[in-house]
C-alpha cells in the first residue's frame, strides 16, 4: 500500500516538474522575444524617418528644449536628456560626443575629441554644445511633430523629429542588437541633396559613401549599402624621398595609432622592412614611414596596404526600422524614403502656414471692416452679451459673402476684445497694405503647394548654398588593384638547400644558399630522377633527395620556363622539353618524364624571360652513332605544359648534356599598359599601351610641373596620374619639346632637348623654378603645334596664331631656358587642335613676325 502510494507520488510531482518546465520555456520565449524587440526598436537601429536612434533624438529633443542661442555644457545636456533616455547617462555621453565629432547637428566647443587619432573628449563638464542653425533649419516643427509621453509619463517626446533631411545617410550609423545588425556609412553631405533633387526631378543617381576621414575608397562592390557588399578603403600615401613615405589621409574606422601600431606589427613579423614610424598629425593627418637603405618606396605602399591597416575592407550592411519593424533597404531606397518624407512635411508646412495667413487675413478683414463701418456704435444701446453679438453679427452680415469661411462667435467675442485706443489710432491705409501684404503671402504659399515638387528642389538647392560650404567630398573615388601579397612581401627569410639530402628551408644555415624569401612563398624543387614538388616556405623540409635545382615559385608566372633533357629509363631514348609550371597541388609529387623506373635528367635550366639555349650533346663513344657530339638549340621546341613527354632529342645512350650560348627570349619582349584609373603598369591590356619592353629598356614620366622621370618597367610601380602629362616608353633619340612660362623673366620661352642622364628614379626639373612659373606644352611628337593668342600693335590689338615649335628653336641641353616664343606680348598658349583650316606661320614669316 505504501508503496502504491509513493508511486502516486512520484508521478505527481513528476507531472508538476513536466508543467513547470513547460512555464518557464514559455515565459523565456516570450521574455527573450521581447527583449530582443525592445533592443531593436528603442536601441541599436535607428527609423528610416529622421535617421536617428532613441537616444539621438531624445539628446536633440532635450537640447531644442534647452536652447537659448548659448552654449550648454555637455554634463548639463546629458542631466536633461536622462528625463526622456532610461539608460544613464554613459549611454547619452557617448552619444552626444559622437554626434558631436560629425559636425552637422550640434556645434561644439571645447575637447571633444579627435577620430583621426583616437583621442577621447574631455570630460562631461568641461566641454559645450549648442545646436546648429542647420539642426534648427530642418529637424524642428512643433506643430508637425508627433508626439508621446517618456518611459515615466511625466513628460512629451516626439515619436520622429520632422527631419527634412536625409541625417541617417550624411551621419551613417552602426548598431548591434540581438540576432541583428546595422551598419550604414556616412555619405557626403551636397551629393545627397543633389541626388535628393534627381530623385524629385526622376533622373537616374548614385550616391557612394564619403568618410570623414579622406582617404581613397574602391565602391565596385558597394551593393547599395546592403549586405553582402564591400567597400575597400586606402590611406593616402605619397613618397617623399627615396627613404621616407608619408601617409596624408587614414581609412575610416582606423586611428593614426592603430595604422602605426600596424606598420610595426608588420614590421616586427617580416612582412615589411621600415626604419621608423613618426606621427606628425596636428590640423592635417600626417605619419612619416622612414624607410632603410635599399628598401623600394613603391613596393613598400604596396606593402603597407597588403599587411597593415592602411587597407581595410569595410561590410555594410543597411538595416532600419520602419512601421515598428526592422528592415533591409538599400541606400537609395532610403534616400527615396527621406526625399518623399522631406516633400511631405515641406506639403504639410505650407498647409500649416497657409491656414494660418488665411485665419490673419479673416480677422485682419473683419477688424477692418468692424471699424471702418463703426460697427462698434450699434452696441452701444445693447445691455445683454447675446444682444452685443448680434448687433455685431447684424452689422457683418452684408460682408459675410467675401471671406473663405463662415464668421463664428469666436470671432465676434474677438472683435468686442478690440481697445478702444486701437480704434481711434486705426490707420486704414495701413490696414489695406497688411492684407495686401497677406494675401501676396498666400498666393505664393498656394503657388509653392500646387509646385510643390519644384518648391521641394527650390529648398534642397538653398541647403546646398547655404550650408553646402566646406563640406565638398573628402574621399577619393578610386578603382583599386589587387595586390599580389607574394609579390610585396619582404624577403626576410635567407632560403638553402640541402641537395644529397633532399632538404630546404630557412633554417639550413650551413647547407647551400639558394636566395631570399619571404614567409608566404612557395617554393619548387626538381630532382635527378625526373620529379619536382612545390611546398611552403618552412624552417626545413624534406622533398626528396638529390635535388638538382630549387627557388621560389609564382603561381600564374608564364615566362618562368624550365629547359630540360631526360633519359626514359624503359626505352633509353633522351628527350628534350620546354615548359612551365603555372599552378600546381602543393606537397604533390609530380613526374616531368614518362615515370619509368631508372628515368634520369641530364640537364636542366630555369629561364625567369623564357630564354632559350644552345647545348652540346656528347653520346657514349661506344655507341654506334656516326656524330658522338652535337649541338641542339632549345628554341627549335614549343613551350608546353609540364606533363608533355617533349621531344625525342636521340636514341642513343647519352653521356652528358653541357651549355653551349645562351639564346633570346622565346615569349619576346613584355607588353606594358598604363592604366591611368589606379596609376600601375599592367600586362592585361588595361589602359594605354606603352610598348613591348625588353632588359634595360625605361619608361618616360613627363610631369605638369615641368619636370621628368626615368623609371623601371616594373609592375609594382606607382605613379600620381593627377600629376602626369605623359608617359610613354623611353627612346634615347626622342626630341621633348615644351612651352614654359618663366616668371622671373615674364615671358614665355620654347625649348627642344633630349633627355641626357640615364639615371633611374630622379627627377629633373626642365622649366623655371621661380614662383609663378608654369609649363604651358610638353611633347614627345615629331610635328608640335601651339595655338598662341598675342597682343600687337598700339591699340594692343588681339591676335592668335599656329607654330610650328620645331622651326622656332634648335636642340639644346635640357637646362637650356630656350629661346623666347614671341616678342610681343603672349596671352595664352595651347597645344594646337585641328579643327578646319589651319594658318601656320612659316619660318621667314616667324622671323619677321617675332623678330
Known amino acids: 500500500m505504501s508503496e502504491e502510494i509513493q508511486n502516486e507520488n512520484n508521478e505527481e510531482l513528476n507531472e508538476q516538474e513536466m508543467q513547470q518546465t513547460t512555464h518557464i520555456s514559455d515565459m523565456y520565449s516570450e521574455w527573450f522575444l521581447e527583449y530582443a524587440s525592445y533592443v531593436i526598436l528603442e536601441r541599436a537601429v535607428p527609423g528610416i524617418l529622421d ?25 548639463n545636456v546629458i542631466g536633461h536628456t536622462m528625463q526622456y533616455h532610461p539608460h544613464g547617462d554613459a549611454a547619452i555621453g557617448d552619444a552626444l560626443v559622437n554626434m558631436g565629432q560629425k559636425d552637422l547637428m550640434i556645434e561644439t566647443q571645447g575637447n571633444w575629441g579627435d577620430v583621426r587619432t583616437g583621442d577621447s573628449a574631455a570630460a562631461a563638464r568641461y566641454i559645450e554644445a549648442r545646436l546648429s542653425k542647420f539642426a534648427l533649419e530642418v529637424a524642428f516643427y512643433d506643430k508637425t511633430t508627433e508626439w508621446q509621453k517618456s518611459y515615466d509619463g511625466r513628460k512629451n517626446e516626439p515619436v520622429n523629429l520632422p527631419m527634412k533631411f536625409p541625417l541617417l545617410l550624411a551621419h551613417g550609423t552602426e548598431g548591434i542588437a540581438v540576432g541583428l545588425a546595422t551598419k550604414i556609412m556616412p555619405h557626403n553631405f551636397i551629393e545627397l541633396l543633389q541626388a535628393s533633387i534627381k530623385i524629385l526631378q526622376k533622373e537616374e543617381f548614385t550616391i557612394l559613401p564619403d568618410f570623414p576621414t579622406g582617404g581613397m575608397a574602391d565602391f565596385s562592390n558597394y551593393n547599395d549599402g546592403l549586405k553582402g557588399g564591400k567597400i575597400r ?14 601617409i596624408r589621409d587614414i581609412p575610416f574606422a582606423t586611428t593614426t595609432t592603430s595604422v602605426m601600431e600596424s606598420i610595426v606589427k608588420a614590421n616586427e613579423n617580416g612582412k615589411i622592412k621600415i626604419k621608423k614610424v613618426i606621427d606628425n598629425t596636428a590640423k592635417h593627418v600626417e605619419v612619416l614611414v622612414e624607410l632603410p637603405a635599399g628598401i623600394s618606396p613603391d613596393v613598400t605602399i604596396d606593402a603597407l596596404y597588403a599587411f597593415t591597416d ?7 550592411n543597411s538595416c532600419v526600422i520602419m512601421e515598428e519593424r526592422p528592415v533591409f533597404l538599400g541606400v537609395s531606397e532610403l534616400l527615396r524614403a527621406s526625399t518623399k518624407n522631406t516633400v511631405r512635411l515641406l506639403k504639410r508646412e505650407l498647409e500649416i502656414k497657409l491656414s494660418e495667413l488665411n485665419e490673419k487675413w479673416h480677422f485682419s478683414s473683419l477688424e477692418k471692416i468692424f471699424i471702418e463701418e463703426r460697427i462698434y456704435r450699434d452696441i452701444e444701446e445693447c445691455e445683454t452679451w447675446e444682444a452685443v453679438i448680434g448687433a455685431i453679427d447684424k452689422g457683418l452680415e452684408p460682408f459675410k459673402d467675401m471671406f473663405y469661411r463662415e464668421i463664428t462667435e469666436d470671432d465676434i467675442v474677438r472683435l468686442t476684445e478690440i481697445k478702444i485706443k486701437r480704434i481711434s489710432k486705426f490707420d486704414s491705409f495701413k490696414a489695406d497694405e497688411a492684407i495686401k501684404n497677406l494675401e501676396g503671402e498666400i498666393k505664393k504659399v498656394k503657388s509653392n503647394l500646387r509646385n510643390l515638387t519644384q518648391f521641394a528642389i527650390h529648398y534642397f538647392e538653398m541647403l546646398i548654398q547655404k550650408y553646402g560650404k566646406g563640406r565638398e567630398r573628402k574621399t577619393e573615388i ?20 640541402n641537395r644529397a639530402d633532399g632538404f630546404i628551408g630557412t633554417g639550413l644555415r650551413k647547407d647551400e644558399y639558394i636566395g631570399d624569401c619571404s614567409d608566404i612563398d612557395d617554393v619548387i624543387a626538381f630532382k635527378a630522377d625526373g620529379t619536382f614538388v612545390v611546398t611552403r616556405v618552412a624552417d626545413k623540409s624534406f622533398v626528396g633527395k638529390d635535388i638538382i635545382y630549387a627557388g621560389v615559385w609564382k603561381k600564374g608566372d608564364e615566362r618562368m620556363v624550365y629547359n630540360m633533357v631526360y633519359r626514359d629509363g624503359k626505352e ?6 620546354r615548359f612551365s609550371v603555372t599552378a600546381i597541388t602543393r606537397d604533390k609529387q609530380n613526374d616531368l618524364t614518362k615515370g619509368t623506373k631508372d628515368s634520369k635528367v641530364f640537364y636542366f635550366t630555369a629561364n625567369p624571360n623564357s630564354e632559350s639555349e644552345v647545348v652540346t650533346v656528347s653520346l657514349n663513344p661506344r655507341c654506334s652513332a656516326r656524330l658522338k657530339t652535337f649541338d641542339f638549340d632549345f628554341d627549335t621546341l614549343a613551350i608546353k605544359g609540364r606533363a608533355s613527354q617533349g621531344n625525342i632529342l636521340t636514341k642513343y645512350p647519352v653521356r652528358k648534356v653541357a651549355h653551349k650560348e645562351a639564346g633570346q627570349s622565346t615569349l619576346g619582349g613584355l607588353e606594358i599598359w598604363y592604366d591611368e584609373t589606379v596609376g600601375r603598369l599592367n600586362t592585361d591590356s588595361r589602359g594605354t599601351f606603352l610598348g613591348t619592353f625588353e632588359n634595360g629598356d625605361k619608361i618616360l614620366v613627363l610631369y605638369k610641373n615641368g619636370s621628368l622621370e626615368l623609371t623601371t618597367y616594373d609592375l609594382s610601380n606607382h605613379y600620381d596620374h593627377e600629376k602626369i602629362e605623359q608617359i610613354i616608353k623611353y627612346d634615347p633619340e626622342m626630341v621633348i619639346t615644351a612651352v614654359h612660362y618663366d616668371a622671373g623673366a615674364k615671358n614665355f620661352y620654347v625649348k627642344r632637348f633630349k633627355v641626357e642622364s640615364q639615371v633611374i628614379g630622379r627627377i629633373f626639373q626642365f622649366t623655371a623654378e621661380s614662383k609663378g612659373s608654369f609649363m604651358a606644352i610638353v611633347s614627345t611628337e615629331v610635328e608640335t603645334r601651339a595655338d598662341m593668342k598675342y597682343l600687337y600693335g598700339k591699340q594692343k590689338e588681339r ?7 620645331k622651326e622656332l628653336v634648335d636642340v639644346k641641353g635640357w637646362k637650356s631656358r630656350g629661346n623666347r616664343l614671341s616678342t610681343y606680348h603672349v596671352l595664352d598658349v595651347k597645344p594646337h587642335k585641328t579643327d578646319g583650316p589651319e594658318i601656320i606661320i612659316a619660318q621667314d614669316d616667324q622671323a619677321d613676325l617675332f623678330g
Open 233 to 246: 578603403v586606402r590611406a593616402k600615401i605619397e613618397t617623399v624621398d627615396k627613404k621616407t613615405l608619408v
Open 799 to 805: 591676335s592668335s596664331q599656329v607654330l610650328d615649335l
Open 572 to 577: 633509353g631514348r633522351a628527350y628534350a622539353k
Open 478 to 497: 578610386r578603382s583599386f588593384e589587387n595586390i599580389q601579397v607574394r609579390q610585396v612581401a619582404v624577403a626576410n627569410q635567407k632560403l638553402y638547400v
Open 51 to 75: 535617421g536617428l536612434k532613441p537616444v539621438q533624438r531624445r539628446i536633440l529633443h532635450s537640447m531644442k528644449q534647452m536652447d537659448d542661442g548659448r552654449f550648454n555644457k555637455a554634463a
Open 310 to 316: 592602411c587597407e581595410v575592407s569595410i561590410s555594410p
